[in-house]
């Protein structure tokens, strides 16, 4: 089982940045690929980005590339996500998950996430 707590959210004005952590309990996390998501208002939930196992292997959004990045650190079973440029529209809540498969590598299919987070909130203020 594992828990993840994202933190980190708030309220910005655009064009400034945020970054926002997920912490996670559990002895295996280094195992497990991690991804982020995020769901505005009246619209489906949305892969931002993913990483792998290791950390050797990332995946963006097409549509976020460039602004947004992926990392994590083991040691501290953390996985952060570095918000630069920030427009309205990046305005959701942005939701961590695990996938509960040993070593799989990165992917943006949202079934294969096993384990959720509660979301933290971002507002982007025009």
């Known amino acids: 089982q594992v828990q993840l707590v994202e933190s980190g959210g708030g309220l910005v004005q655009a064009g400034g940045s945020l970054r926002l952590s997920c912490a996670a309990s559990?002895?295996?996390?280094?195992?497990?690929?991690m991804g982020w998501f995020r769901q505005a208002p009246g619209k489906e939930r949305e892969f931002v980005a993913g990483?792998?196992?290791?950390?050797?292997?990332?995946y963006h959004s097409d549509s976020l590339k460039g602004r947004f990045t992926i990392s994590r650190d083991d040691a501290k079973n953390t996985v952060y996500l570095q918000m630069n440029s920030l427009k309205p529209e990046d305005t959701a809540v942005y939701y961590c998950?695990?996938?509960?498969?040993?070593?799989?590598?990165?992917?943006?299919?949202?079934?294969?996430?096993?384990?959720w987070g509660q979301g933290t909130q971002v507002t982007v203020s025009s």
């Open positions: 559990g002895r295996t996390f280094s195992r497990y690929a």
């Open positions: 998950a695990a996938d509960g498969t040993i070593r799989v590598g990165v992917h943006n299919d949202m079934r294969g996430y096993d384990y």
């Open positions: 990483i792998n196992w290791s950390g050797g292997s990332t």
